[in-house]
């Protein structure tokens, strides 16, 4: 992975973590409004989220949102999963 990508200055990434609408909200775009409305608040660069890799579903969404799997990462926890981690270019940013 190129050195620039995952050089980190304490201050050029947001981190987005447990996005989640309860089952009656969801298929109705309001995750995605509230995905965009929290990343429209952000001065970061980029931003980066982890999607476990038992949930393609939800990786295929993101990547639908702008998201890039950037590698695997298993956090230092007990029995933690295998994740994707992602990273997506941050508003005003975007090609
Ligand atoms: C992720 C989420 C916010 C997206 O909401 P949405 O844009 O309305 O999209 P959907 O709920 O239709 O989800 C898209 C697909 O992913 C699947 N999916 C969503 N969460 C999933 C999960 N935790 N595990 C497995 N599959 C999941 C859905 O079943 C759906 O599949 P389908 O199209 O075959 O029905 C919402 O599904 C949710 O709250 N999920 C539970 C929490 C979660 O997993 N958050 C992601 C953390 S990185």
């Known amino acids: 992975m190129a050195p620039d990508v ?3 200055t304490g201050r050029r990434t947001c981190a987005l973590s447990e996005l989640m609408v309860l089952p009656s909200w969801r298929k109705t ?4 409004r509230l995905h965009d409305a929290l990343l429209a608040a ?9 999607v476990d890799q038992g949930h ?7 990547e639908g949102w702008g998201w890039q799997v950037l ?4 956090p230092r ?6 994740f994707h ?3 997506r270019p941050l508003a005003g940013r975007l090609g």
């Open 42 to 50: 952000r001065t970061e660069e980029r931003a980066t989220l982890l």
């Open 6 to 8: 995952i050089a980190g």
């Open 85 to 87: 981690a992602m990273l």
């Open 77 to 82: 926890i007990e029995h933690a999963p295998l």
């Open 71 to 74: 590698g695997g990462l298993r």
């Open 29 to 32: 775009g309001t995750a995605r």
């Open 56 to 62: 393609p579903k939800v990786r295929a969404l993101y």
